[in-house]
């Protein structure tokens, strides 16, 4: 192709031009979520995965078939809201799996949230995990009541060009505008790696950089689905003759980036 390619421009290139070969040819672009997908969670692990049981064509297009009813058809491509968890094989799970039927309606809400306030602020995204059975969320290091165990969530990358702090600043802007209408949960994991759920308003792991203008919503009832310990609270003293001061508000401590592989970001990082 590249051969063909030079012999038109050589024809067609006027005279003085350098030779075709010397044109500089640009890269080809690479897919920024590939570095969150283990092998096997990608497209030909898709359609091996599909076709392995028969059964499974008819699932699927029920599936696809409710989110259309339900408005929310092609927010996401359908093959991609069925991967599992990263650590599948390390699970020894499925790295797609169709969520039971009872826990259709839940993503519902979590992909209008994406389609009214993700994708136009950081443009388009892919999941890299969503549905996890009990079994998998727990191998996974998923918080017990984790939101991707009752299909809330979807775990996504941005595929537009964009730093970890401007995404952070940008979603969370939306988020503390629309989130609460959503019920929506906005989190942050290993380098550009981001969470989306419909359970609860709350959102974790902010860096440094951005903590100061949007500090975490975590209430001690949301530790069961972000799994993030709060900090002790000590008990001030209190003088005789004086009243008690008034009860310190419990913050969640603001989660440090880490330098995990993107491969594996759900361990030591439940939601």
Not at 102 to 126: A, C, F, K, N, S
Not at 186 to 201: E, N, P, Q, V
Not at 222 to 237: C, E, K, N, R
Not at 255 to 268: D, F
Request: glycine share 8%; hydrophobic share 40%; proline share 13%.
């Amino acid at each position: 192709m590249r051969a063909l390619l030079a012999l038109l421009m050589s024809a067609q290139a006027p005279i003085g031009a350098p030779p075709a070969a010397l044109v500089p040819v640009a890269p080809i672009a690479t897919d920024p979520a590939a570095a969150y997908i283990t092998a096997g969670q990608d497209e030909p692990g898709y359609r091996s995965w599909y076709l392995a049981a028969p059964w499974r064509a008819a699932q699927v297009k029920t599936f696809n078939d409710y989110l259309v009813g339900s408005q929310v058809g092609g927010v996401l491509p359908t093959w991609q809201l069925l991967r599992t968890a990263t650590s599948w094989k390390d699970c020894g799970g499925q790295p797609f799996e169709i969520p039971p039927a009872e826990e259709w309606p839940h993503i519902v809400q979590t992909l209008r949230y994406i389609h009214d306030y993700v994708i136009p602020e950081v443009g388009p995204v892919e999941p890299v995990s969503g549905y996890r059975n009990p079994s998998l969320n727990q191998c996974a290091g998923g918080a017990p009541e984790s939101a991707h165990k009752h299909y809330s969530a979807i775990d996504m990358v941005p595929l537009r060009p964009i730093t970890r702090i401007a995404m952070m600043r940008t979603l969370c802007a939306g988020h503390s505008q629309h989130g609460a209408a959503y019920n929506a949960g906005l989190g942050f994991y290993a380098f550009m790696r981001f969470h989306i759920d419909s359970t609860k308003y709350r959102r974790w792991n902010m860096d440094p950089a951005v903590a100061a203008e949007c500090p975490p919503i975590i209430h001690p009832s949301d530790i069961a689905s972000v799994g993030q310990p709060l900090p002790a609270q000590p008990t001030p003293a209190v003088t005789p003759g004086t009243s008690a001061p008034p009860a310190p508000t419990i913050v969640a401590p603001v989660a440090q980036p880490t330098t995990t592989s993107a491969h594996s970001p759900e361990r030591g990082q439940r939601r």
